[in-house]
Nanobody, 123 residues
Framework: QVLLVDSGGGLVQAGGSRRLSCVASVRTFSNYAMGWFRQAPGKEREFVSAIDWTATLTMYADSVKGRFTISRDNIKNTVYLQMNSLQPEDTAVYYC????????????????WGQGTQVTVAS
């Protein structure tokens, strides 16, 4: 079991930037692929981005490609989501997730989840 703690959310103006962090309490962070998902009010949780165990591979939802960047620091047990050019439609609770065996966009394949951090983008 991995304890994940998300942080970095808040209120930002449209066009602004925000960096989310997710710290994992685990002995070997590099054993886990990591993902970011988000859930807006009244909507299903959706995939945002994922990074593989060694940061060799990354993937993004089309809606955030070119604006968001995922990265990880396996020494600090932390995954980041740098969000630029934020728009009101990016408003959501953002969750990080960890999987030992899966790298990809399917939320059901991740067995460990953070508590979520709210990002609100004002127009």
């Amino acid at each position: 079991q991995v304890l994940l703690v998300d942080s970095g959310g808040g209120l930002v103006q449209a066009g602004g930037s925000r960096r989310l962090s997710c710290v994992a309490s685990v002995r070997t962070f590099s054993n886990y692929a990591m993902g970011w998902f988000r859930q807006a009010p009244g909507k299903e949780r959706e995939f945002v981005s994922a990074i593989d165990w060694t940061a060799t591979l990354t993937m993004y939802a089309d809606s955030v490609k070119g604006r968001f960047t995922i990265s990880r620091d396996n020494i600090k047990n932390t995954v980041y989501l740098q969000m630029n050019s934020l728009q009101p439609e990016d408003t959501a609770v953002y969750y990080c997730a960890a999987s030992e065996s899966y790298y990809g966009p399917m939320s059901v394949m991740y067995s460990n989840w953070g508590q979520g951090t709210q990002v609100t983008v004002a127009s």
